[in-house]
């Protein structure tokens, strides 16, 4: 079969499934991961026959797309935030709103930075003010997964102690692995975050944590049900919010004074979840994703 005989197939196997844009999308990123050819090669050489192991491997991929499978989990891996992370059924695939948490995030904690630390230690940041004073940052992300908010903002804050939780051994081993491939240092903790008491204050707090209620499960895509891991997604008791009562508590008594609070949140709970940290809160805000919906809350203490 020749490349361009390949892409028929592909988007009329997945006719189903798939609009035109969608497998034309998917087409070429798998072409590109078997067989390595980019874009450009693609329709260079679309008249190359396939070699027969890669033409084994393309099938298969639409076997498993056909089955619905997240492409990211075929690839076993995803870009997220100019980053490569690997993903795997134990973490959940990151979603584009996670990218706006964390632009969000970024740009507010150099903010604080900036504030709380200039002149305390102006002279001796002269030569790299950001590197030299995000030293002591203490962030602490709730709900690891794949790692992608750890390993970010340790990316962007190198200087600063980034700890990380969560209560699934095997999504931190994926986690670390995508630590291990970005050469970044997080300290992963294994625990059951809603049983555990912190110990120590931290500047930031962010945390995108299982959401969706038990009652809204029947709304979520079969796919979503069938391979992402459910402790992901689905809040633990009928309490939806039961993650957010924990970290405004926590936010009370381990949040230092004008620390940040980023969390993402289920989009039908934003007043509900944002009246949980007005009054611990000198600013709380409800802020919309790009699509328009209440998806995060951002709060100053
Ligand atoms: C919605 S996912 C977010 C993953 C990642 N932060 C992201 O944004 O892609 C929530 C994460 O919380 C973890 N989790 C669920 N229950 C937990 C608990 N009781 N304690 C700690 N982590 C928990 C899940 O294993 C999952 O990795």
């Known amino acids: 079969m020749t490349i361009s005989e390949f892409k028929k197939y592909f988007s009329t196997e997945l006719s189903d499934i798939y609009t035109a844009s969608e497998s034309s999308f998917l087409y070429s990123i798998f072409v590109h991961k078997i067989v390595g050819f980019d874009a450009f090669y693609q329709r260079r050489f679309a008249d190359q026959e396939?070699?027969?192991?890669?033409?084994?491997?393309?099938?298969?991929?639409?076997?498993?797309?056909?089955?619905?499978?997240?492409?990211?989990?075929?690839?076993?891996?995803?870009?997220?935030?100019?980053?490569?992370?690997?993903?795997?059924?134990?973490?959940?695939?990151?979603?584009?709103?996670?990218?706006?948490?964390?632009?969000?995030?970024?740009?507010?904690?150099?903010?604080?930075?900036?504030?709380?630390?200039?002149?305390?230690?102006?002279?001796?940041?002269?030569?790299?003010?950001?590197?030299?004073?995000?030293?002591k940052l203490k962030i602490l992300d709730i709900g690891t997964g794949s790692g992608v908010i750890p390993l970010v903002l340790k990316k962007y804050f190198p200087e600063a102690e980034v700890h990380s939780i969560d209560f699934s051994e095997k999504a931190l081993q994926t986690a670390k692995k995508n630590a291990a491939f970005h050469q970044l240092e997080v300290n992963f903790i294994h625990t059951d975050y809603l049983n555990t008491a912190l110990n120590e204050n931290f500047d930031i707090i962010i945390s995108n944590p299982p959401y969706i209620g038990i009652d809204e499960e029947h709304e979520i895509a079969d796919s979503v049900k069938e391979f992402e891991p459910k402790m992901a997604l689905f809040s633990p008791t009928s309490d939806a919010l039961i993650f957010y009562r924990k970290i405004a508590e926590d936010s009370k008594n381990h949040l230092k004074q004008d620390g940040l609070l980023f969390l993402e949140i289920n989009q039908k709970l934003g007043p509900e979840t944002l009246d949980l940290y007005t009054h611990l809160f000198s600013k709380a805000e409800l802020v919309k994703d790009l699509s328009g919906n209440d998806r995060f809350i951002i709060g100053k203490k």
Do not use: C
């Open 50 to 135: 396939l070699l027969i192991n890669d033409e084994k491997q393309l099938q298969k991929a639409v076997f498993e797309l056909k089955a619905n499978k997240p492409y990211q989990h075929i690839l076993g891996e995803t870009e997220f935030y100019g980053m490569k992370f690997f993903v795997d059924e134990n973490v959940l695939i990151p979603r584009p709103e996670t990218e706006e948490l964390l632009e969000t995030a970024i740009l507010q904690i150099r903010h604080y930075i900036v504030i709380h630390h200039e002149l305390q230690h102006h002279e001796e940041s002269q030569d790299s003010p950001l590197g030299m004073i995000n030293r």
